[in-house]
């Protein structure tokens, strides 16, 4: 193993019932380096990285650390932390209601023992020379995610890793929060720790790494320096085809039509959240955005349209009539579906089936007393499986074993199956690949087409511009704009913003 080279990983089999996860890859991290990790949903990223963590055990292949004459065995996450190998997930996996120390040493010795007087001086040390903005007293969870993010990075760094795995660690973190952790993550590159960096955020990818391995169907596609790997060769390489459907997304979209008829329209809507009172209309077919910086309020805006929120203000008309919707059966029976911000907690049914997560919200319109025949709910399990392609070993596997962008698939698949006339779609491709997030939008602009309204929410500006005719702007919780048609630009979005009172 050449001194620089901190992890190799050779010739790796995964295989589970039906699905080879992972067939004769290879991967190769060295010391201060930070090394993207990059494929489609189901490519088999995580695969490997829970072969790598003792999550899994590898059915072939080696692994070889840090210059150890031989391949080691990893079979529990203890085994790897041992060896040096720590992993920072995308949902945080530490104790809000503890202290930032305890949190960093917890687990570690007999807690009734630990001189925690030691340890806070200990871990504000750490900190500081991570240049990490909190203090060891103070709770977890009155920091900010990114900050959470660079404790738990902290908590492995004391742990003395040689390899660091941060698994979409900025999904959920505005820009002036991914540039800290970035930061971070070049001080440990120069202190000779590898990272594994895994995300969707192609910019952030070339912003911060040096190599590039992509993974494509469990297979390994090529490994590359950053220098030598354009975007679009990239993203085609992820894909295994061009880019046509990617360029060919603008051209399909609309123009808004303010003669459209107005399918929802709220005047003075306002929630429990702190969503201030605002007029909005969708009209149908159109395929209209909120946007905003992080906390803008427009995730809140389209809960409060949905009654996912108390609501506690405002008149509603559905189709020119009044209607009052006070919680989302309401919404439902008045077509209207949501998919929400946070597919985990509001989204999927973890335990049950896809089939089930399919059927789950035409069954509240139908009532439970009037459940599907099991033939009937297999067809339509079987037709959208098809129509969305969802990546699934059967109609019956539990939908927490799918990615999380077949998981996407599935909800969206649960409101097409209620045949909405307004569906909100919210971050619907956070968090998955490039492949997917184009398959969404196609299917977005397919719905439009056959008129159905559509509010498309995504914190990548770039993706609303690709679907959106038009977009509300938002800032500090208040509609301050709206932009349309050939208006629509980052660069007008971003003087609307700063222009908002």
């Not at 490997?48 to 079979?75: F, H, M, Q």
């Not at 120390?101 to 917890?106: G, L």
């Not at 159109?286 to 108390?310: H, K, P, W």
């Not at 702007?473 to 660069?491: A, P």
Request: glycine share 8%; aromatic share 6%.
């Amino acid at each position: 193993m050449e001194n620089n080279v901190v992890l190799t990983m050779r010739g790796i089999y995964k295989e589970f019932p039906g699905v080879k996860a992972l067939q004769n890859v290879d991967f190769t991290l060295c010391k201060g380096e930070v090394h993207a990790l990059m494929g489609e949903n189901g490519a088999g990223k995580s695969t490997l990285v829970k072969c790598l963590t003792g999550v899994y055990e590898k059915d072939a292949g080696e692994i070889r650390i840090d210059g150890k004459e031989g391949p080691v065995s990893i079979r529990s996450p203890q085994d790897a932390q041992n060896l040096g190998i720590s992993t920072v997930y995308q949902e945080i996996t530490l104790c809000p209601n503890l202290t930032v120390a305890e949190n960093m040493f917890i687990g570690r010795g007999n807690y009734k023992f630990i001189n925690w007087s030691a340890q806070e001086k200990r871990a504000d040390e750490i900190l500081e020379k991570l240049n990490i903005p909190a203090k060891a007293s103070q709770q977890l969870g009155t920091c900010s995610l990114a900050v959470q993010q660079m404790v738990a990075i902290a908590r492995a760094v004391d742990m003395e890793c040689k390899v660091l795995i941060l698994d979409e660690p900025t999904s959920s973190l505005d820009e002036r929060e991914v540039e800290l952790l970035f930061t971070l993550m070049r001080e440990l590159k120069a202190d000779g720790v590898g990272i594994i960096f895994i995300t969707h955020f192609l910019d952030q990818v070339y912003e911060i790494c040096d190599k590039i391995t992509v993974l494509r169907n469990g297979e390994l596609v090529g490994e590359y320096l950053i220098k030598d790997m354009p975007q679009v060769e990239l993203v085609s390489a992820m894909l295994g085809k061009a880019l046509d459907d990617i360029s060919k997304l603008k051209d399909e979209k609309g123009r808004f039509n303010e003669a459209s008829e107005t399918v929802y329209e709220a005047h003075d809507l306002s929630s429990a959240e702190g969503v201030k009172p605002f007029d909005f209309k969708i009209r149908k077919g159109e395929v209209n955005g909120f946007t905003g910086l992080l906390g803008s309020g427009r995730s809140e805006s389209v809960r409060a349209i949905f009654a996912a929120d108390r609501v506690t203000g405002g008149k509603i008309k559905v189709n020119g009539k009044d209607v009052k919707i006070t919680k989302p059966k309401d919404a439902m029976k008045n077509g209207i579906g949501y998919l929400p911000e946070d597919r985990k907690g509001d989204g999927i049914i973890a335990d049950l089936s896809v089939k089930d997560n399919i059927i789950l919200a035409q069954q509240v319109l139908k009532g439970f007393w009037h459940p599907f025949k099991k033939a009937e709910a297999e067809k339509i399990a079987d037709e959208y499986i098809k129509l969305l392609q969802v990546k699934t070993a059967s109609k019956e596997t539990p939908i927490k074993s799918l990615s999380g962008g077949n998981q996407q698939k599935v909800i969206l698949a649960r409101w097409l199956l209620t045949h909405p006339q307004y569906l909100i779609l919210d971050e619907p491709t956070r968090g998955i690949d490039v492949g997917t997030k184009t398959e969404i939008q196609k299917q977005v602009l397919k719905l439009s087409k056959d008129g159905v309204g559509i509010t498309f929410i995504s914190s990548e500006i770039q993706e609303m511009l690709n679907v959106c005719t038009r977009l509300v702007v938002m800032k500090d919780r208040n509609i301050v704009g709206e932009l349309k048609d050939d208006e629509l630009s980052q660069e007008n979005i971003m003087k609307t913003i700063a222009g908002g009172n």
